[in-house]
């Protein structure tokens, strides 16, 4: 089996939980023997580097990766592309000359290019990895003939607080329904499928993700400083702010307490400004934005993982945070509480409780050693090859129905 597959990143060069759920998935169609050719996006002279090292993928030997000269980069607003663009510009920079005016028209571009990657890369399905990508799929399809599968890790509801860009909705709803079928990473994320764009259910399939394995090295000593972690894109979705506000309580009761947020977005000025008002500053480290084995290292350090996402498709750092034995505090408002049983769950708004639930972990061994424990265990039993066999599946469903 043969799947042309479009998203844009992949790690170690990865923005967020998209790119390390790529490159699990890949990882997983790997071991079950099929054969996957991952476009991506490349940037202008200054980012090409990187995206040279991103798509090298040597370990994944039935994988190839192909590249569309572009800026694109996930989560990206149309704000941002319109700095970046005028950055590139502004170094001079020659290939800055074929970007477009806005994301939009990247988005066209990459749908463009979509169409000659699918004539001379041979396939039997084409998968797709969220909005950015689903004119590409779509492109490929009419090029090819081939079945297109979509996959939602979020929606446009779930990045901006249900504040829908219409122009993102458009791109969203189109690449749903011209789809063949569709692929969410939990109920939650289905019903927003069916709720929001006119979905069909039984034209969607849930297949949860999953986290790599690694060995975990014994944890050095620390001072007795009680250590409780954010780590992820600081913006709305993530529900930032309510982890500074259960972290006043926090300290209200224990000043023993340093609370770290480890990455970027754009609520980051906005949470400095709200720790140093709220009094806390002096106990809020900003860690900026992590990648590779600093990642590991931050759940390392911390005693606690705080996820209090407002609305979370999945939530792969949970998974990740119990890898390396570390307890997990997360929002009810996640995919991930759909199938993650040894770990504590809250309403993201409950800051009363969740500053409760903190303090009880950090507090009590047994219960910290129980949650550690338990948890490790549990994500053992959640590799890549579950989900890659329900994508297998799915492929062979619509395959079969092409």
């Given at each position: 089996?043969?799947?042309?597959?479009?998203?844009?990143?992949?790690?170690?060069?990865?923005?967020?939980?998209?790119?390390?759920?790529?490159?699990?998935?890949?990882?997983?169609?790997n071991?079950?023997?099929?054969?996957?050719?991952?476009?991506?996006?490349?940037?202008?002279?200054?980012?090409?580097?990187?995206?040279?090292?991103?798509?090298?993928?040597?370990?994944?030997?039935?994988?190839?990766?192909?590249?569309?000269?572009?800026?694109?980069?996930?989560?990206?607003?149309?704000?941002?592309?319109?700095?970046?663009l005028?950055?590139?510009?502004?170094?001079?920079?020659?290939?800055?000359?074929?970007?477009?005016?806005?994301?939009?028209?990247?988005?066209?571009?990459?749908?463009?290019?979509?169409?000659?990657?699918?004539?001379?890369?041979?396939?039997?399905?084409?998968?797709?990895?969220?909005?950015?990508?689903?004119?590409?799929?779509i492109?490929?399809?009419?090029?090819?003939?081939?079945?297109?599968?979509?996959?939602?890790?979020?929606?446009?509801?779930d990045?901006?607080?249900?504040?829908?860009?219409?122009?993102?909705?458009?791109?969203?709803?189109?690449?749903?329904?011209?789809?063949?079928?569709?692929?969410?990473?939990?109920?939650?994320?289905?019903?927003?499928?069916v709720?929001?764009?006119?979905?069909?259910?039984?034209?969607?399939t849930?297949?949860?993700?999953?986290?790599?394995?690694?060995?975990?090295?014994?944890?050095?000593?620390?001072?007795?400083?009680?250590?409780?972690?954010?780590?992820?894109?600081?913006?709305?979705?993530?529900?930032?702010?309510?982890?500074?506000?259960?972290?006043?309580?926090?300290?209200?009761?224990?000043?023993?307490?340093?609370?770290?947020?480890?990455?970027?977005?754009?609520?980051?000025?906005?949470?400095?400004?709200?720790?140093?008002?709220?009094?806390?500053?002096?106990?809020?480290?900003?860690?900026?934005?992590?990648?590779?084995?600093?990642?590991?290292?931050?759940?390392?350090?911390?005693?606690?993982?705080?996820?209090?996402?407002?609305s979370?498709?999945?939530?792969?750092?949970?998974?990740?945070?119990?890898?390396?034995?570390?307890?997990?505090?997360?929002?009810?408002?996640?995919?991930?509480?759909?199938?993650?049983?040894?770990?504590?769950k809250?309403?993201?708004?409950?800051?009363?409780?969740?500053?409760?639930?903190?303090?009880?972990?950090?507090?009590?061994?047994?219960?910290?050693?129980?949650?550690?424990?338990?948890?490790?265990?549990?994500?053992?039993?959640?590799?890549?090859?579950?989900?890659?066999?329900?994508?297998?599946?799915?492929?062979?469903?619509?395959?079969?129905?092409?």
């Amino acid at each position: 089996m043969r799947v042309l597959m479009f998203g844009w990143e992949f790690p170690p060069y990865a923005s967020g939980g998209l790119g390390t759920a790529c490159h699990g998935l890949t990882h997983g169609l790997n071991n079950k023997g099929v054969e996957v050719t991952f476009v991506i996006p490349k940037g202008g002279s200054d980012l090409k580097a990187d995206h040279v090292k991103l798509i090298s993928a040597d370990s994944l030997s039935n994988i190839r990766v192909a590249t569309v000269n572009s800026i694109l980069t996930p989560y990206i607003s149309s704000e941002e592309y319109s700095e970046k663009l005028i950055l590139l510009k502004s170094k001079k920079d020659p290939s800055a000359a074929m970007y477009g005016k806005n994301l939009y028209q990247e988005v066209y571009r990459y749908a463009k290019k979509a169409e000659t990657i699918a004539r001379h890369h041979p396939h039997d399905v084409i998968h797709c990895h969220d909005w950015m990508t689903y004119r590409a799929g779509i492109n490929a399809k009419k090029v090819s003939k081939k079945p297109l599968v979509v996959h939602v890790h979020a929606t446009e509801f779930d990045r901006t607080g249900n504040n829908p860009n219409q122009a993102v909705y458009d791109i969203e709803r189109e690449g749903l329904h011209a789809a063949d079928h569709i692929i969410t990473v939990s109920n939650y994320t289905k019903k927003m499928v069916v709720q929001h764009y006119g979905i069909n259910p039984d034209k969607v399939t849930v297949v949860h993700n999953a986290v790599e394995y690694r060995p975990v090295p014994k944890r050095a000593k620390r001072k007795h400083t009680k250590n409780v972690l954010f780590l992820g894109r600081i913006t709305i979705q993530k529900g930032p702010e309510y982890f500074l506000y259960a972290a006043k309580k926090v300290l209200s009761k224990d000043r023993n307490v340093r609370f770290i947020v480890a990455g970027s977005g754009d609520m980051e000025r906005f949470m400095i400004e709200e720790a140093a008002r709220l009094g806390i500053a002096d106990k809020v480290l900003f860690a900026g934005f992590l990648r590779g084995k600093k990642i590991d290292e931050a759940y390392r350090m911390a005693d606690l993982y705080v996820m209090p996402s407002i609305s979370e498709p999945f939530g792969i750092t949970p998974l990740e945070s119990l890898r390396n034995e570390t307890p997990v505090l997360i929002s009810k408002q996640s995919g991930v509480s759909e199938v993650l049983n040894n770990c504590l769950k809250v309403d993201f708004w409950d800051i009363d409780e969740m500053a409760n639930k903190m303090l009880a972990v950090l507090n009590y061994k047994s219960l910290h050693s129980e949650l550690t424990e338990q948890g490790h265990r549990e994500v053992l039993g959640m590799n890549w090859d579950i989900p890659a066999e329900r994508c297998i599946d799915v492929y062979r469903h619509t395959m079969g129905a092409a």
